[in-house]
């Protein structure tokens, strides 16, 4: 599991006065249980991709002092990987998915030599990830935006020992409706048979999409965490905490990023 404490991430302010500091994350407090799938949300510019680039590891340059964050005690060395919203950043187009794979496996393995135990891996891999076979011997370039974010999760996956952590941003942005879900069973699959903690961020999701995370963690503009917990919980914890009526019709997601899209005005 991951949790963090009194998380503040702040960047230099330009045009502000000298040495000024602008938040992007205010004392920020979680938990992400082990072998789940999680899901960061909030409007554009609340921080999730900050967020998820200082729990990974990635930043960590604007973390004040008194910013903690904790890993599972059991776990002696975690590994974690992240996969970039734009999977182009790390594939390069013209090789095959074949290629892309083999290579991957020989930079993530010691001992690489045995080809018919690499076969066998990617082979492995590319089934789990609901993709066809024939899809091998095809360019990235010419594969589907669902399959190619599924191959950019593939290239993480080859190696033999598997991550703790997958640190996804945007699995879904740009996907139609049935590519995005056969995203997130993917990522909600490797936490049952890798024993993997997923974490992604993701955007407004269908029905059908949210019920697949184990927990929501939900940010608004200015930073501040306004949500944390399951996502059939969102509509009663509402209207409890913040004396709402739903409509039956209106998704409880859109009522609660809804709430989150108001800045934050307290400079604290």
Not at 12 to 37: D, H, M, T, V, W
Not at 55 to 77: C, F, M, V, W
Not at 84 to 91: A, G, K, L
Not at 244 to 250: D, G, K, R, V, Y
Request: glycine content about 8%.
């Amino acid at each position: 599991s991951i949790g963090w404490t009194n998380v503040r991430y702040e960047v230099k302010e330009y045009g502000g006065l000298i040495g000024a500091r602008k938040p992007i994350l205010r004392r920020l407090n979680g938990l992400f249980q082990c072998n789940s799938l999680n899901g960061l949300m909030g409007p554009s510019g609340a921080g999730k991709t900050t967020l998820l680039n200082v729990l990974s590891g990635n930043d960590r340059s604007g973390l004040t002092p008194e910013s903690q964050i904790y890993l599972n005690a059991n776990e002696k060395s975690p590994i974690s990987y992240f996969i970039p919203q734009h999977v182009h950043q790390s594939i390069v187009g013209r090789m095959s998915v074949r290629n892309i794979l083999q290579y991957a496996y020989r930079f993530k393995n010691h001992d690489s030599r045995d080809s018919h135990r690499m076969e066998g891996h990617i082979g492995q891999i590319v089934s789990e990830l609901m993709l066809p076979v024939d899809i091998l011997d095809r360019h990235f370039g010419q594969c589907s935006g669902g399959e190619q974010r599924r191959i950019a999760i593939g290239q993480e996956l080859m190696a033999l020992h598997k991550p703790t952590f997958l640190f996804v941003d945007e699995p879904t942005t740009g996907l139609d409706s049935s590519a995005a879900l056969e995203v997130v069973k993917c990522l909600q699959a490797l936490t049952v048979k890798h024993r993997i903690t997923v974490i992604a961020s993701i955007h407004v999701p269908s029905s059908d999409i949210l019920h697949l995370f184990d927990k929501l963690y939900v940010l608004s503009k200015g930073g501040l965490c306004i949500y944390s917990g399951l996502p059939n919980a969102i509509k009663p914890t509402l209207e409890q905490f913040q004396n709402l009526s739903i409509p039956n019709e209106q998704p409880p997601i859109e009522a609660l990023l809804k709430l989150a899209c108001h800045s934050i005005t307290n400079p604290t």
